[in-house]
């Protein structure tokens, strides 16, 4: 069990950490894409996990809200931005607008989306935004990026991908039974 200990005055409090996965600071820039009507706004990174994202933006959406982000590595390279369908589940205001925590709702792939609607699929997912987040983890701190992590991040792709090719492939089985 993760405890977090908070400092209110005086006393120092204990609680329960809801969070399934670690965090990371990641002030970076990123792009937010309002589904609903196609507007692009620019914000910033404050934290990201496998699960979930803090960024601050002007725009303010509504809980329960779904949105584009776009995160985007400074290495060059291999690693792709990170993008993925996200929902709001906060929103309160700060000093450069609002400070937004959302949880990740889909992945989003140069090809095509993972819906996590297979086990497969969803585990190897989860294994691509873990690797992704260790390789953002490094690149903050300023350290270089083990070749060992970027060839963890090509292989979780690869099986990212045969899963969610399996996944459509199923589907289309599927539907021309059906059809």
């Not at 190897?124 to 873990?130: D, E, Q, T, Y």
Request: charged share 25%.
């Amino acid at each position: 069990m993760i405890v977090r200990i908070l400092y209110r005055g005086n006393s120092l409090l204990a609680r329960r950490e809801r969070r399934r996965e670690g965090r990371t600071s990641a002030r970076r820039a990123l792009a937010v894409k309002v589904l609903e009507t196609g507007d692009i706004h620019w914000g910033i990174c404050r934290d990201l996990s496998a699960g979930g994202i803090a960024f601050e933006t002007e725009y303010v959406p509504r809980f329960g809200q779904l949105l584009e982000i776009r995160l985007v590595p400074a290495r060059t390279g291999p690693a792709l931005p990170l993008c993925a369908l996200v929902r709001v589940r906060r929103c309160v205001p700060c000093a450069a607008g609002y400070r937004i925590g959302a949880a990740i709702a889909e992945m989003l792939y140069k090809h095509g989306r993972c819906s996590k609607s297979g086990i497969v699929e969803q585990r190897a997912s989860h294994a691509v935004s873990k690797a992704l987040l260790a390789i953002l983890t490094c690149e903050i701190a300023g350290k270089p990026v083990p070749d060992s992590l970027v060839e963890a991040y090509a292989v979780a792709m690869e099986r990212w991908t045969a899963a969610h090719e399996a996944r459509l492939r199923l589907e289309q089985a599927v539907k021309a039974a059906d059809g």
